[in-house]
């Protein structure tokens, strides 16, 4: 099995007919993902031709998803439309919605997270400035590689695109789930406890990689919700043992103030919920292969 993403997911793109867009539908239809068609208002009635494959470009979300049943939208809208975007995904109320722009100003970001919240959370988030999510030899959605690992039965959840890449690579042998890249931003909209909840209920998950990094608590709370809800083994890894004190990371959510949000004290919380914690991404992989050896 896998979380959020599977092969009957039908997946449209907000944003298909710009470069990035066009770029990365092209990687999608390649590593298997079922891509149904493109969002611009501008551009609906048309088609656009990509790996060989003719999709339809629609004026809205709504009559996209009335049209081919989709339940997944890529976002790749620049961020000063990024907002409208999302907002507009939500009130189709589309499934899943995966906010790939990097650069959105955080008070959008509440906007449209407020206003999925007041819709009952019929639209899941993932993202913003994430790398999407994988379930290998099922479906791709955003701008993962899938030529990197194979599918098995390890969770990852991830707020680091490049650090998800390489534990994917690292722990190609085992294969995994699921794999999703939740962003590094202040105010994302699925976060770790949301992805390690979805884990824990996966029957086919079997272990979980969580990667964090220095900044905020979301690494405590995970630490929290591990100990009191998730039976199956968790590793984890914290980007920024090696930050300079004081050094500004280049996310956005990866601020320390106060002494609080440290690597060593996430690490410590982790530890402290049975969590078993890496120094460096290859170190967690050790351990991760460490564990599947004793199971």
């Not at 409208?84 to 009130?91: L, W």
């Not at 890894?237 to 500004?248: H, L």
Request: proline letters at 5%; glycine letters at 12%.
């Amino acid at each position: 099995m896998s979380i959020f993403l599977d092969e009957n997911s039908k997946i449209i793109v907000q944003g298909l007919t710009g470069s990035e867009g066009t770029k990365h539908a092209g990687r999608m239809l390649a590593s298997g993902s079922n891509i149904v068609g493109g969002v611009n208002p501008r551009k609906a009635g048309t088609t656009v031709e990509i790996e060989g494959t003719s999709l339809p470009i629609f004026g809205s979300v709504a009559e996209a998803m009335s049209s081919t049943g989709a339940n997944v939208s890529v976002i790749f809208v620049p961020p000063a439309f990024a907002k409208g975007a999302v907002i507009e995904a939500i009130d189709a109320e589309i499934e899943l919605a995966i906010v790939i722009t990097e650069g959105i100003p955080i008070h959008d970001s509440a906007e449209f997270w407020a206003h999925a919240k007041s819709k009952g959370n019929a639209t899941r988030i993932i993202g913003p400035n994430c790398p999407g999510i994988i379930s290998p030899g099922k479906s791709n959605a955003g701008i993962i590689p899938s030529t990197i690992t194979t599918a098995g039965p390890i969770g990852l959840v991830s707020k680091s695109g490049t650090l998800t890449y390489q534990m994917m690579f690292e722990l190609r042998d085992l294969g995994f789930s699921t794999a999703i890249g939740i962003g590094g931003d202040p105010i994302i909209g699925t976060t770790h406890i949301d992805a390690l909840a979805a884990f824990e209920a996966d029957p086919e998950t079997k272990a979980i990689v969580m990667i964090g990094e220095i900044g905020g608590d979301a690494e405590e709370r995970a630490a929290e919700f591990i100990q009191a809800n998730v039976t199956k083994p968790v590793v984890a890894y914290v980007a920024g043992f090696t930050a300079p004190e004081g050094k500004t990371m280049g996310h956005a959510g990866a601020i320390v103030s106060d002494g609080a949000g440290t690597a060593q004290g996430k690490k410590e919380a982790l530890e402290a919920a049975g969590v078993r914690v890496g120094k460096t991404p290859s170190e967690t992989a050790s351990l991760m292969h460490e564990l599947f050896r004793e199971l």
